[in-house]
Nanobody, 121 residues
Framework: QVQLVESGGGLVQPGGSLRVSCAAS????????MGWYRQTPGNERELVAT???????KYADFVKGRFTISRDNAKNTMFLQMNSLKPEDTAVYYC???????????????WGQGTQVTVSS
């Protein structure tokens, strides 16, 4: 019922910047929280940042001051501006949202397929 499509990943040099986007579509009534998570091989998926429909943001300590999450409620899109990138930021970045659908009659979590971000010289 909810499809999330990420875009904007790629290869960037250490210290560089990249912006990833997430577009939500489908049959949902509202999206409560949207967020970015990341995962590297052999490790669990970890929270990067979240943003509520009211614009309240939350960041993992390891990205504070470097990443900025934002959201366009009218277009059901979310962005993650990543600056001062480090090799340890290399991961697959996943979009997540908590959306209400009439079919489920409640809020559920949905995930995108992920976009690879590689930070390397």
């Amino acid at each position: 019922q909810v499809q999330l499509v990420e875009s904007g990943g790629g290869l960037v040099q250490p210290g560089g910047s990249l912006r990833v986007s997430c577009a939500a579509s489908g049959r949902f009534s509202s999206i409560r929280i949207m967020g970015w998570y990341r995962q590297t091989p052999g490790n669990e998926r970890e929270l990067v940042a979240t943003v509520t429909s009211a614009g309240t943001t939350k960041y993992a300590d390891f990205v504070k001051g470097r990443f900025t999450i934002s959201r366009d409620n009218a277009k059901n899109t979310m962005f993650l501006q990543m600056n001062s990138l480090k090799p340890e930021d290399t991961a697959v970045y996943y979009c997540n949202c908590n959306a209400y659908t009439r079919v489920q009659a409640g809020y559920n979590d949905y995930w995108g397929q992920g976009t690879q971000v590689t930070v390397s010289s």
